[in-house]
Nanobody
Framework: QVQLVESGGGSVQAGGSLTVSCAAS????????MGWFRQAPAKEREGVAA????????AYAASVKGRFTISQDNAKKTVYLQMNSLKPEDTAMYYC??????????????????WGQGIQVTVSS
């Protein structure tokens, strides 16, 4: 059984940086990705960034490309999301997830997703 535990996050002013981490326990196959979704109040949950387990494939939402960087430490089974040039519209609950990579790349994905408990990121103007 996969468990995902997020850390980091918090509050920052616009233009600042934050890093969130997600540590996994349990088995996640190498055909899967780990990454982040986010959900702001009154908005749908959206994929933010993903990385293939043990691989080099990454995917980013258009809204964060060039500002956010996802990376992984395979030995620690941990994924990191470095968020730079943060904007107030980045304010959301950020959820770590593990799933097939199409969960981030295919809008009609309806497969299983393992979720973390979520962590708040707040960007003030």
């Amino acid at each position: 059984q996969v468990q995902l535990v997020e850390s980091g996050g918090g509050s920052v002013q616009a233009g600042g940086s934050l890093t969130v981490s997600c540590a996994a326990s349990g088995y996640i196959g190498s055909s899967n990705c780990m990454g982040w979704f986010r959900q702001a109040p009154a908005k749908e949950r959206e994929g933010v960034a993903a990385i293939r387990i043990g691989g080099v494939f990454t995917a980013y939402a258009a809204s964060v490309k060039g500002r956010f960087t996802i990376s992984q430490d395979n030995a620690k089974k941990t994924v990191y999301l470095q968020m730079n040039s943060l904007k107030p519209e980045d304010t959301a609950m950020y959820y770590c997830a593990a799933a097939l990579c199409s969960a981030w790349t295919y809008g009609g994905y309806q497969g299983a997703i393992n979720w973390g408990q979520g962590i708040q990121v707040t960007v003030s103007s």
